[in-house]
């Protein structure tokens, strides 16, 4: 059995299941094997400078199979017009955004003929959204991994969200990690579910191998919602695994910016050989030189749902099978 949503429709997928963009985790290698197992996998462009965006973009190009096989993912706290533009250019049809004032931004996307996202967190946005003529909203529960947008968690978040989406499909996101969180998400009206920790913690993800490892191991207590990995994105709260660099801060009081414990100093290195200071908001990556236990280790409480690292192709069967099992079983709930 397989399922038929408007998500899987539009994009042709086999599974009604989006990957999150994981900053450097969503490497060209991840996006791929998402593509060929009949997923659709994000990748974040705000990072990378103009010069490389058309030859980065060409490397996931050719592994995804096409620039329609995979989307891209503006956060917009700065200007990426003109990456959205180059992006454009390369080909690239599938668009997500998050924060800042898409409008400008679907409007060109749509222009070009994309199919765009537009992440939520409250009725009054989606209508904005739905008015903005995005394909699909993105409704993100605060129970979300990353950088959260809302207060609501997704049970409550979700159905206020399709009754306002003006009919535009809704794709839920925070806190699915697994078949049943995507069929409770289809029951309260989702079209697909969007998920971010469950695929760091996926054998083809680009995240740091630690980072997936303490997915696995972490529990509700091990997550802290903070706004302390400031460094390129300030006052913006986001849901980490409590790591050293948080310790050491909870240990000093919570002292404030400028004050903080080690300050300054750089826990690793970009491939660009820039250095990463502690408290930056880059998630570490596989390749990453330095201390990648210090930065932040992006988790949502579907954390506390994994329990192993796996490839891709054998999660999303899983996903689909055990969201299958659970929508029979609600079916026998029925009397007839
Ligand atoms: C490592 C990581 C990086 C993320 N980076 C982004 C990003 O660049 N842009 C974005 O729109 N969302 C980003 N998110 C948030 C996800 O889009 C999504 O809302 C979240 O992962 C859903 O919760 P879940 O982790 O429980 O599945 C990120 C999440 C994680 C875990």
């Given at each position: 059995m397989g399922f038929k949503t408007?998500?899987?429709?539009?994009?042709?997928?086999?599974?009604?299941?989006?990957a999150a963009p994981l900053g450097r985790g969503s490497t060209p290698e991840f996006l791929g094997a998402l593509a060929n197992a009949g997923a659709l996998g994000f990748v974040a462009l705000g990072h990378i400078p103009e010069t490389e965006l058309r030859q980065t973009l060409s490397g996931y190009i050719a592994s995804a199979?096409?620039?329609?096989r995979f989307g891209i993912n503006f956060v917009l706290i700065a200007d990426h017009l003109q990456r959205l533009e180059t992006a454009l250019d390369a080909g690239?049809?599938?668009?997500?955004?998050?924060?800042?004032?898409?409008?400008?931004?679907?409007r060109r996307a749509k222009d070009a003929g994309a199919t765009v996202f537009w992440t939520v967190s409250g009725s009054e946005e989606a209508k904005r959204a739905a008015d903005c003529g995005v394909d699909f909203i993105v409704a993100q529960g605060r129970e979300a991994g990353g950088h959260l947008t809302?207060?609501?968690p997704l049970m409550t978040l979700l159905?206020?969200?399709?009754?306002?989406?003006?009919?535009?499909?809704?794709?839920?996101?925070g806190g699915i990690a697994d078949g049943r969180g995507l069929a409770a998400a289809l029951s309260l009206g989702a079209c697909g579910a969007w998920m971010g920790t469950r695929f760091v913690a996926s054998a083809e993800s680009g995240s740091h191998p630690g980072h997936k490892q303490m997915i696995v191991d972490c529990g509700l207590s091990?997550?802290?919602?903070?706004t302390l990995f400031d460094g390129g994105w300030p006052n913006s709260p986001h849901r980490v695994i409590a790591n050293s660099t948080y310790k050491n801060w909870k240990d000093a009081g919570y002292p404030s910016n400028g004050s903080r414990p080690g300050e300054g100093e750089a826990i690793g290195q970009f491939s660009e050989g820039v250095p990463m200071l502690r408290y930056n908001v880059a998630t570490p990556w596989a390749t990453m030189d330095g201390d990648w236990e210090a930065g932040p280790l992006y988790a949502g409480m579907s954390a506390t749902l994994i329990q192993a690292v796996k490839p891709v192709g054998e999660l999303l069967a899983e996903i689909d099978d055990e969201a299958e099992t659970a929508l029979r079983r609600n079916v026998s709930y029925l009397r007839v």
């Open positions: 408007a998500l899987t429709d539009r994009l042709n997928l086999k599974h009604p299941v989006v199979g096409g620039a329609d690239c049809r599938v668009v997500s955004f998050l924060r800042g004032d898409p409008a400008p931004y679907v809302g207060e609501a159905p206020t969200i399709v009754d306002s989406a003006r009919g535009v499909p809704v794709v839920a996101a091990d997550l802290v919602e903070t």
